[in-house]
């Protein structure tokens, strides 16, 4: 058996080896580019939740996601000209760890970290304050 097709009666058995070339597997993964982090479309949904409540409030005016490979970060603005007031991120290699999502303020400070979204975006929730007569 060989890896050549069956030749026809009158075909040469010549093969032109100039186009071939051997690859190593492990190097070619290496040198792949690794696909970016991203948020699913149900990960979107809640951060976009939020994001619309906060813009009704007048929090919130502008946004901006970005894809890396190492997390994926949608960081929302007061004034799009300034620093995110906070940045929601998905670090995949924290998952095992401390949770893949957190929200960072503007000070680089964690402000809540854990395994999944809803919980973490709890931190946007506003406290009811009671109000006097």
């Known amino acids: 058996m060989t890896d050549t097709p069956d030749l026809r009666r009158g075909d040469s058995r010549s093969v032109d080896n100039s186009s071939s070339t051997v690859v190593d597997l492990k190097e070619y993964k ?75 303020n503007v000070n680089g400070m964690i402000l809540k970290r854990g395994h999944e979204l809803g919980p973490v975006l709890k931190v946007f929730d506003k406290a009811l304050k009671l109000v006097d007569k």
């Open 30 to 104: 290496q040198n792949k580019d690794p696909v970016p982090v991203t948020f699913h479309r149900r990960e979107l949904d809640q951060i976009l939740w939020i994001y619309g409540r906060m813009v009704g409030e007048g929090e919130w005016k502008d946004y901006a996601i970005d894809h890396t490979k190492e997390k994926a970060v949608f960081s929302v603005f007061k004034r799009s000209g300034e620093m995110p007031l906070f940045r929601i991120e998905k670090n995949p290699k924290l998952a095992a760890k401390q949770g893949a999502y957190s929200v960072v």
